[in-house]
């Protein structure tokens, strides 16, 4: 398959999520079928079956494969975090960019152990995005480049991909963008992120708060709510999804950020993420308000709050599982096991 068509304009997005897709339901409906004649009770394996016919449906293959399997990780400075919005400072976007490269980051031992490889993408992490308490994070050009980054970094031939980002003071964006889509004030979206006190908390959420005063007459659109509050690896992570669902490949989604990410195409288009589980639920409090609104039950709870992928890289290890039962059980009949009476 050829490279992604990029995308041109935000209303060249707009245009794309409105041609989206669909399952193959040839393949979902006899991956079920299977299904049925295993050697197990209907549906005895909860959602491990669930996920063997979601990847059969979107692979388009009765038996789905997980030969190829990818965890992208966006990584992006934000303008606000110079207001003192996270516990660490900017630099260590960087810092830990340099940390994945070389082995050393929690998402590398998670992305051996299940299998993956990880590819990171770092985003013009010299220039921080505009602080969004006073102006605009990224103008449309900055914002459409973000959203191309994503969707050319997207292998065509994947069996599954794992979608992540690394980006201090990234929370306070998430948080901003899913009030900005769904409404209630700025404590109900704002957490301690990489581990904030108390106080930091509170400034933190002023923050945010004062961010969606600034922008408030933007709320209409999606697009602008992601231009004006986002940052360059939460656009990359929209494009990534779209280029996914293009190509039909399925996604696990990572936390809050991955999350607000795939809220904005969402908003946009409500069947859009018809190809994405939740890898799980973060103890950032806002994600499991976020995966309510949008829909989404996740495979895990582990209060992890780390980011870069590590959730959904862990997922992969569910998803394996679940291909492993549905493809080499042994059915009813070649068992010569009794099926139900």
Known sequence: MTAATPIESLDDLRARLGQ????????????????????KPL???GRLEELALWLAAWQGRTRPR???????VFAG??????????????????????????????????CRTAGAELRVVPLALEQPTADFCTAPAMSETECIAALNAGLQAVPADLDLLALGEMGIGNTASAAAISAALFGGPAAWWT?????????????KTAVVGRGLVRHAGAFGDPLEILRRLG?????????????????????????????????????????ALGHVQAAHCSAEPGHP?????????????????LGEASGAALAILLCRAAVACHNDMATFASAGVSDRA
């Open 66 to 72: 997980l030969e190829r399997v990818a965890v992208l």
């Open 20 to 39: 989206l897709p669909a399952p193959d339901a040839a393949a979902a409906a006899a991956a079920a079928t299977r299904q049925s004649a295993l050697t």
């Open 231 to 271: 940052g360059r690896e939460i656009a990359a992570m929209a494009g990534a999804l779209l280029a996914a669902r293009e190509r039909r490949i399925p996604v696990l989604l990572d936390g809050f950020v991955a999350g607000a990410a795939a809220a904005v195409l969402q908003a946009l288009e409500p069947q």
């Open 43 to 45: 549906g005895a394996l």
């Open 77 to 110: 400075n934000h303008g606000v975090a110079a207001r003192g919005v996270s516990a660490y400072p900017s630099a260590v976007t960087a810092q830990m960019v340099a940390n994945f490269e070389a082995g050393g980051a929690a998402i590398n031992q998670l």
């Open 191 to 203: 957490g301690p992120g990489s581990g904030l006190d108390p106080h930091g908390l509170a400034h």
């Open 289 to 305: 308000r976020l995966l309510e609104r949008l829909g989404l039950r996740p495979l895990l709870q582990l209060d992890m709050r």
